[in-house]
T-cell receptor
C-alpha cells in the first residue's frame, strides 16, 4: 500500500513542550514538504527538503525544525518557541521539480492543552 | 505579489445540481494550475492539472478551465453528489517549483 503516512492523527501539546510530527513516504520521492493549514487560509509552507540531509525554510519556519536523515522520512518538530501551534499540519512529497503533482498525507491536527 | 484568490468562500447546493468555483491568480512566471479536493480532516487530493497551453481538463464530473490571458480558472462540477462536499483548493505553481495556494471554497451538497 503505497503513499504518505502521518502520525499521530491528533496531537496535544502542553505549554513549553516540544512535539514531533511524523511523515513517512514509500513513493521514492526526492522532495518532501511540510505545510500548515488554518481555517479560511491557504496552505503555508513551513519547511521543504529536495534531497536527503538538506532542507530549506519556507514562509513560516519560525518555531519549527525538521530533519531529513532518510529519503522516506521528514519529521517536523513544533518547538516551544511556536506560540500559536494549533493547526492542521500536512506533509507532502513530489518526485521532482516541474509539473509533478505533490501528494499529500492525511494530516495531523495539533491542539494546545 | 504572487496571490491566488478563490470565490465563493463557501457554497451550498442541492444534490444533482451543477456548480462552478472560481480562481483568480496573479502569479508570475506561471508554470501550471491544479485543483485539489480536500475532504474534512484529510489531505488534499489532486483533481486536475493544466499548463499554460491547456484550456480545459476533465476528470469525471469535474471540468477545469484555464484562461491564461485573464489569469482565471474555474472548476465546474456536474450533477453533484453528497460525496462532493469538501473544500476545493486552487494551486498555482511558479516556474521553478514554488506553489501558491488559494484559501479554498467550502462546498456543501445537501440532499
Amino acid at each position: 500500500d503505497g503513499g504518505i503516512t502521518q502520525s499521530p492523527k491528533y496531537l496535544f501539546r502542553k505549554e513549553g513542550q516540544n512535539v514531533t510530527l511524523s511523515c513517512e513516504q514509500n513513493l521514492n520521492h526526492d522532495a518532501m514538504y511540510w505545510y500548515r493549514q488554518d481555517p479560511g487560509q491557504g496552505l503555508r509552507l513551513i519547511y521543504y527538503s529536495q534531497i536527503v540531509n538538506d532542507f530549506q525554510k519556507g514562509d513560516i519556519a519560525e518555531g519549527y525544525s525538521v530533519s531529513r536523515e532518510k529519503k522516506e522520512s521528514f519529521p517536523l518538530t513544533v518547538t516551544s518557541a511556536q506560540k500559536n501551534p494549533t493547526a492542521f499540519y500536512l506533509c507532502a512529497s513530489r518526485s521532482r521539480q516541474g509539473a509533478e503533482t505533490q501528494y499529500f498525507g492525511p494530516g495531523t491536527r495539533l491542539l494546545v492543552l | 505579489k504572487n496571490q491566488v484568490e478563490q470565490s465563493p468562500q463557501s457554497l451550498i447546493i442541492l444534490e444533482g445540481k451543477n456548480c462552478t468555483l472560481q480562481c483568480n491568480y496573479t502569479v508570475s512566471p506561471f508554470s501550471n494550475l491544479r485543483w485539489y479536493k480536500q475532504d474534512t480532516g484529510r489531505g488534499p487530493v489532486s483533481l486536475t492539472i493544466m499548463t499554460f497551453s491547456e484550456n480545459t481538463k476533465s476528470n469525471g464530473r469535474y471540468t477545469a478551465t484555464l484562461d491564461a490571458d485573464t489569469k482565471q480558472s474555474s472548476l465546474h462540477i456536474t450533477a453533484s453528489q453528497l460525496s462532493d462536499s469538501a473544500s476545493y483548493i486552487c494551486v498555482v505553481s511558479v516556474w521553478g517549483g514554488k506553489l501558491i495556494f488559494g484559501q479554498g471554497t467550502e462546498l456543501s451538497v445537501k440532499p
